[in-house]
């Protein structure tokens, strides 16, 4: 194991992303690794294996293959003529040296670049992959080569490098662990307020199911008493009709004269009775099985089954089911009580009722 590859795996990086900037970088160093890593930490493709490009290789071109190299020419050649003369052979050995010593001496007056260096802040850079990284951070675009050779990092600067990469993955893991948690605030908020809305919704559609059901039975309730009405009117009638013709054909008795005449009886006046009050409104308290106590008007047409409804959708001792009863006298009142109105139920103007077991 290389030592660029052991300095990152110290530093806590996977063996693979380690391994694959090593050979991005053509391990120039765990600096570069490093910086490379930094850079494309987030990118989607950072955890597959390092593709090496595929090049030129060498002796297997398409001009090399096709055409015959000048030795192969030379050799035959030399194969289809005579060995020349001894003269003409030093005469070629010594333009050899010659062109052999000028090449060398051609390579010794060309320098080699080393390194290359950003004209715009004078960093200097070991490899292009550096120079496009810088590029990207800084937005320099100027850069030459140099032939000043990058020193190798000291123990200290080393020590100091792997503290400041150090210090960077943790505050970006900070930062990602708060972006994380703020996802899972908001996201625990909208469940909550969609729960909410959710529950309001049900609710409100069960009081309105409620409603239209009460509606429907007062008003099938009003049918039926219009029908008895018209029943008992229509009776009420046959009797006058019946006694009027019967009236008419009845014959009066004369009296008898010198007889005296009986006073005319005196009708008799009957008490009028009190006049019973009306009452519009009734107030009900419903006590729960916690103790608590629930208190709210209703008209005295509504049926029994307002009542528990109300209770229903505002008790706070839980959901167990019940019935409704009154103390005073005792009675529990069943569930063909519940389609009554509280005024014939002898809940007006006013009742304690008590939240008792289902039985």
Not at 17 to 35: F, L, S
Not at 102 to 113: N, T, Y
Not at 200 to 224: D, W
Request: aromatic residues 4%.
């Amino acid at each position: 194991m290389s030592a660029s590859l052991g300095t990152l795996l110290e530093m806590g990086f996977p063996q693979n992303r380690a391994e694959k900037a090593i050979a991005v970088t053509n391990d120039q160093g765990p600096e570069a690794a490093m910086e490379w890593l930094l850079a494309h930490m987030d990118d989607p493709d950072i955890d597959e294996p390092y593709q090496p490009p595929q090049g030129h290789v060498l002796g297997k071109t398409e001009e090399s293959a096709a055409a015959p190299t000048g030795q192969e020419t030379g050799a035959q050649e030399g194969a289809e003529t005579p060995m020349e003369t001894g003269g003409a052979a030093e005469t070629a050995t010594e333009e050899s040296e010659a062109a052999a010593e000028g090449e060398g001496d051609g390579a010794e007056g060309q320098q080699e670049a080393k390194c290359l260096v950003c004209d715009e802040c004078g960093k200097k850079l070991r490899t292009e992959n550096d120079v496009q990284m810088h590029a990207v951070r800084s937005g320099h675009q100027s850069f030459s080569e140099s032939t000043e050779e990058i020193k190798p990092l000291t123990e200290e600067e080393k020590q100091e490098q792997l503290r400041k990469v150090q210090e960077r993955l943790k505050q970006r893991r900070q930062e990602k662990a708060e972006e994380e948690k703020k996802e899972a605030i908001e996201k625990e908020k909208m469940r909550r307020r969609q729960g909410k809305e959710l529950v309001s919704m049900k609710t409100q559609h069960n009081y309105e199911q409620s409603k239209k059901l009460v509606a429907e039975r007062k008003r099938e309730k009003m049918e039926e008493r219009m029908a008895k009405q018209r029943v008992k009117d229509q009776i009420e009638r046959d009797r006058l009709e019946r006694a009027a013709k019967f009236g008419k054909a009845g014959t009066s008795v004369a009296p008898v004269p010198g007889t005296a005449q009986p006073p005319p009886a005196q009708p008799k006046v009957e008490a009028a009775p009190e006049p019973k009050k009306d009452y519009e409104q009734t107030r009900i308290q419903v006590r729960l099985f916690n103790g608590t106590a629930l208190t709210q008007s209703f008209k005295v047409q509504e049926e029994l089954a307002a009542v528990r409804l109300f209770v229903e959708m505002n008790r706070t001792d839980g959901d167990q089911p019940f019935q409704l009863m009154t103390t005073f006298p005792r009675k529990i009142f069943t569930e063909e009580d519940m389609h009554n109105p509280l005024n014939s139920l002898g809940l007006v103007p006013s009742a304690v009722l008590v939240l008792t077991k289902l039985q």
